[in-house]
């Protein structure tokens, strides 16, 4: 048996529902050598992940940001549906969530229509509910507003969501938005650093995940 311990179970989208790690590591890496002729550290670039692109890279590299952004994304789509991948045991945990009576959504601070390819690319389109985009709150994470944005949508109360992420701040908004939050290790996000963000757990694959929002293992 299983109990849900949720009734809406919201997700950050990259290194979490899915695998897209690899391929916007490597977005980066392209646009930086492409536009600057140089390279970061792959921690710093890791630490970009889960925060909008544009104000990231102009955060960085003053005045640059626009046009590193445009390479990014130019070279992120024409490389999309090669480098995504699935994560083990995540589709089949959604449906397990719909089935108990859950109702799902993303939250995410890229682009919803360039979300919505990567649903697609990994066979998740039809398991959500509700998709929050960049576009749809003007604050986003570790401001709670997204989060706050996709309950409201559901009719839902923070309290009874939580918000399932790999970044630390997805950790972030959830406790500012008064829901659960989860970690994942799958993703962008270290461990260490994910469990200084203070969530109720960090699980390492979706068995763990499972355990946290359905109370069992499946068998």
Not at 126 to 141: C, F, N, Q, S, Y
Not at 198 to 206: E, F, I, N, R, Y
């Amino acid at each position: 048996m299983t109990s849900l311990r949720w009734p809406v179970v919201l997700f950050d989208f990259d290194g979490t529902l899915a695998d897209t790690i690899p391929l916007i590591m490597a977005s980066y890496r392209h646009a930086l050598t492409a536009v600057l002729g140089e390279s970061a550290h792959d921690d710093e670039v890791r630490s970009w992940i889960g925060r909008p692109l544009q104000p990231v890279l102009e955060e960085r590299y003053p005045g640059r940001g626009e046009e590193l952004t445009s390479v990014y994304r130019t070279w992120n789509l024409a490389n999309h549906d090669d480098l995504i991948r699935t994560v083990d045991g995540i589709p089949e945990l959604l449906d397990d969530l719909h089935a108990a009576g859950a109702r799902t959504g993303v939250v995410s601070s890229k682009k919803a229509s360039t979300v919505e390819l990567g649903l697609r690319a990994v066979g998740l389109a039809d398991r959500i509910d509700v998709l929050a985009g960049m576009e749809a709150t003007p604050l986003h994470k570790p401001d709670p507003a997204p989060l706050l944005h996709a309950a409201q949508r559901l009719g839902a109360a923070p309290s009874d969501c939580v918000y399932v992420g790999d970044a630390t701040v997805d950790v972030q908004a959830a406790r500012a938005a008064g829901m659960g939050a989860l970690g994942v290790t799958w993703g962008a996000g270290h461990r260490s650093a994910l469990e200084a963000a203070g969530p109720l757990a960090v699980v390492d694959d979706a068995v763990g995940l499972r355990a946290e929002l359905l109370g069992s293992a499946r068998p």
